[in-house]
């Protein structure tokens, strides 16, 4: 029997790299993606050819490069000869207060987190019918509620949101689409001070970050639950529900 392939976008490292480790442990092929971390990409591809051979390749390319994207989905495609699962997890992250936004900022931020899911989307979309499959989004929950000085960031994943939502219309029967909404997961790359971090914690009602299994779980969980589609899972510890304090 052919082995499924999940293709993981921004998967050589942190929730990428679980989801990719998760989804191999299922059984799926695994087409690992990065832009700058090739080093931690290829050691994931050796740790999953370890334990299966042949089951891991690595692509990489620029999502905010509008011109690679259908070399990167074709090569997606032709690494395993099938696609059945796409992940759309690379983003930029970084604060962009209003006064300081530029056209690079613009591009940077809805290209990973927006242009390029969608663009990657299409080109994937008979490769998906065909094969029944499933879209993946990795959105935020400052989607629906914003985080000061994300304007931008917060703008493309609102419309990664609206993504998931028409796109479970357009590609159904045969494709469905969901999204994952994590709360406080990891702490950014760029360094937070203590009292930031405690103010997060603060926030959350199940008073702990979540882990990166914790989505790769739910995102096995979508990919295998048959009659779902268009929906916004957030994990987040409850954190959206908003303020904690019980007066
Ligand atoms: N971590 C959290 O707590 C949290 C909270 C809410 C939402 N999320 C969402 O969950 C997903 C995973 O989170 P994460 O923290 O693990 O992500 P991350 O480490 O911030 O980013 C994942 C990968 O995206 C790739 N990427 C960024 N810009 C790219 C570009 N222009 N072209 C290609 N790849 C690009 C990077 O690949 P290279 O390293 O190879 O350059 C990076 O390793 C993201 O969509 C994020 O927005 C995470």
């Not at 931020?109 to 994937?124: D, E, V």
């Not at 479970?168 to 790359?189: C, D």
């Not at 096995?220 to 908003?242: E, K, M």
Request: charged share 15%.
């Amino acid at each position: 029997m052919t082995s499924k392939v999940a293709f993981i976008t921004g998967s050589a490292k942190r929730i990428g790299a679980c989801t990719a480790k998760r989804l191999h442990k299922a059984g799926y092929n695994i087409v690992i993606h990065c832009n700058s971390s090739v080093a931690a990409a290829d050691e994931l591809k050796q740790t999953l050819n370890n334990l299966r051979p042949e089951s891991a390749v690595v692509i990489q390319g620029n999502l905010t490069d509008y011109e690679q994207l259908p070399s990167i989905a074709e090569k997606a495609k032709s690494a395993f000869g099938r696609i059945d699962v796409l992940v759309n997890n690379a983003s930029a992250f970084y604060p962009t207060p209003i006064g300081t936004v530029t056209l690079s900022d613009w591009n940077q931020l809805i290209g990973s987190n927006a242009q390029a899911p969608l663009f990657l989307s299409q080109r994937l979309k008979d490769e998906l019918t065909m094969n029944n499959g499933v879209i993946i989004n990795m959105t935020d929950i400052h989607a629906a509620k914003p985080l000061a000085s994300h304007t931008v960031y917060c703008m493309a994943k609102s419309a990664l949101v609206t993504m998931t939502q028409s796109l479970a219309k357009e590609l159904a029967p045969n494709v469905r689409v969901n999204a994952v909404s994590p709360g406080a997961i990891l702490w950014p790359e760029q360094p937070l001070n203590e009292d930031d971090k405690n103010q997060i914690l603060s926030e959350i009602p199940l008073n702990r970050l979540g882990t990166e299994a914790d989505i790769a779980d739910t995102i096995h969980f979508l990919i295998t639950a048959p009659y779902i589609t268009g929906q916004i899972i957030a994990v987040d510890g409850g954190r959206s529900l908003g303020a904690t304090s019980k007066a």
